[in-house]
């Protein structure tokens, strides 16, 4: 596939790393422009892009970047990719230790992932926000394999849920559905499955376990 990388962090340094690894055209992109992605370019085979390129043409895009930084993402950010693009929202709400108080989350009671798709203007499939950056790079496990660990994915979006699904797969992890947008809150910071490196038995009991009252650590 083609795909597109926003945020050159931990995760998206480690996506750009394994998918370019397993063959994938990724280009990637950071609010800090593609000279500074020379040596991640160097190092993966990636092509380094302005964000407002990162979505061109491309089969899938993740979008890594702060929950504080969605709304500065450019407009029309996905008029340029393929029909029926695929974007993975990786995003968590971190009121105290970096976003400030989002009103959208706080009062109006949007998930993260929703609130997100209202920003960009695109449906979104909730995937890798709990996971480990490093993990991706040491987790992978074939199918069948008794260690494989499993994510959560959230998303309205069926035919994009499947995508993102076997992406996951090919990427060395089993998944499990954690139904919509709207339930996307049992898997957000606080929750039991939350950085759980487990199967996918003990993710469906988490996600089953989760309350919708955020803790007073995720409330500015």
Do not use: C
Request: aromatic share 4%; net charge negative.
């Amino acid at each position: 596939m083609k795909i597109g990388i926003i945020g050159a962090g931990n995760i998206g340094g480690n996506l750009t790393r394994r998918l370019t690894a397993l063959g994938h055209d990724v280009s990637v992109a950071n609010s800090r422009g593609p000279h500074t992605l020379t040596a991640l370019a160097e190092e993966t085979g990636a092509t380094p892009v302005e964000v407002g390129d990162a979505a061109r043409d491309a089969d899938l895009v993740v979008v890594t970047v702060p929950l504080k930084a969605v709304p500065d993402l450019p407009s029309g950010l996905f008029d340029g990719a393929a029909d029926g693009v695929a974007v993975i929202d990786t995003g968590n709400y971190y009121p105290q230790q970096r976003d400030g108080k989002i009103a959208g989350i706080e009062d109006e009671g949007l998930t993260e992932s929703g609130w997100t798709a209202r920003q960009i203007g695109h449906t979104v499939v909730k995937a890798f926000n709990g996971t480990y950056a490093q993990d991706i790079l040491d987790r992978p496990r074939p199918a069948g394999a008794p260690d494989r660990m499993a994510l959560p994915v959230a998303g309205d979006d069926e035919a994009a849920k499947r995508v993102v699904r076997a992406l996951i797969d090919e990427l060395g992890f089993d998944t499990v559905d954690a139904g919509s947008l709207a339930d996307s809150w049992r898997q957000q910071p606080g929750t039991p499955v939350y950085g759980l490196q487990e199967g996918a038995d003990a993710v469906t009991k988490a996600l089953a376990e989760a309350s919708p009252e955020r803790s007073a650590d995720f409330r500015a």
